[in-house]
């Protein structure tokens, strides 16, 4: 249970283990103060945590938290989720809309960037809120869609014969019901000339617990070839339970890839970035993309320089199976594809 105290800061009862995903969901961490307390982090790390949790609230799960090594300020997993003062730093490059999405939107909650394949915001939230995330400042809002507004979504899909994979993105579409997500998902299915559907999310890692038998009886009887995009930046995000939701999932028959995102004091090191790798494959994931940052405001701080992004992976083509060696990519606004750097 959580409650508020008359300043608005959390008190957070024991996690209970059992609760479900919905529970987890609702009960996430969501101001700084909070979080500081529940790693035993003192509050002097909270100046200029305000300035970043105004912009991009503060959401963490309590799940993905236990992974964190309390009195550690330098954690991995807690860096990609406590604001810092740097986030309300103005660096020249850095802007809102990183990738040029509204110039690719024919109609709310729909973005068409690539051929043959269309991403559906499906959802105007996710579980965690991740620092770096390229779209913190997405207008949500605006592409919340209604139902009518789904329905031309699906019109644009049924008149489009060269789509031939819908990706589900938002936000996260996981944080949606499954009962919403099993109905898109038999629209998308009766489509004839759609081929695959693609969930991009992080509610697998974030709260395990997600991927329950609701979820598993529409994502594993579709006719849709499935793929599921996690996005997993440090083994550690990787625990046991983790890796029970990802067994369910390509029971279910669904291929599980990771992208991950190359992150300034997380994982830019060949040792994290290898072990990364080898962890995802034991899990059942295969490593699939690290990009390099997208470089939206409030986030410079993260950043990589392209020569160092280079030399990291010439390590790890030294030191792994050639399998195991995501692709360096950049998202480069009006590109067909991926760049690979
Ligand atoms: S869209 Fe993905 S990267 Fe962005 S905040 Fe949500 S879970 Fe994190």
Redesign the pocket.
């Known amino acids: 249970m959580i409650t508020r105290t008359p300043d608005g800061v959390q008190t957070i009862a024991a996690h209970t283990p059992d609760a479900d995903w919905q529970t987890q969901l609702r009960e996430v961490i969501r101001d700084p103060v909070t979080l500081l307390d529940a790693l035993g982090l003192p509050h002097s790390l909270l100046e200029g945590a305000y300035g970043g949790h105004r912009q991009f609230s503060v959401r963490v799960p309590r799940a993905y938290l236990n992974r964190m090594t309390p009195g550690d300020p330098d954690d991995p997993l807690l860096r990609q989720v406590l604001p810092l003062a740097q986030e309300s730093d103005s660096v020249a490059g850095f802007v809102t809309d990183p990738l040029a999405e509204a110039e690719h939107t024919p109609h709310s909650g729909l973005i068409h960037k690539y051929a043959g394949r269309v991403l559906l915001i499906a959802s105007a939230g ?5 620092r ?5 400042h997405f207008p949500y809002e605006d592409h919340t869609p209604s139902m009518a507004q789904w329905q031309a979504t699906l019109d644009y899909l049924r008149d489009d014969s060269s789509i031939t994979e819908a990706i589900l993105s ?3 579409p996981l944080v949606s019901s499954d009962r919403r997500l099993a109905w898109l998902c038999r629209e998308l299915a009766d489509i004839p000339h759609l081929r695959r559907l693609r969930l991009h999310t ?1 509610l697998p890692v974030v709260i395990p617990d997600r991927i329950d038998d609701a979820l598993l009886e529409w994502l594993g009887t579709t006719r849709l070839q499935r793929v599921m995009v996690l ?1 997993i930046n440090h083994p550690r995000e990787i625990d046991d339970a983790v890796r029970d939701a990802c067994r369910r999932l390509r029971q279910a028959g669904v291929t599980l890839l990771n992208q991950s995102v190359l992150l300034r004091g997380i994982n830019d090191d060949a040792d994290t970035l290898a072990a990364l790798s080898e962890t995802l494959f034991e899990a059942g994931i295969q490593p699939y993309y690290l990009h390099v940052l997208d470089a939206v405001a409030g986030a410079a701080h993260f950043d990589v320089p392209d020569d160092e992004a280079r030399a990291l992976v010439a390590q790890l083509r030294a030191r792994l199976s050639g399998f195991l060696l995501p692709r360096l990519v950049r998202e480069v606004p009006g590109a067909v594809s991926k760049t690979p750097l």
């Open positions: 996710c579980a965690i809120n991740c770096y995330c390229f779209r913190r938002g936000g996260d992080r996005h």
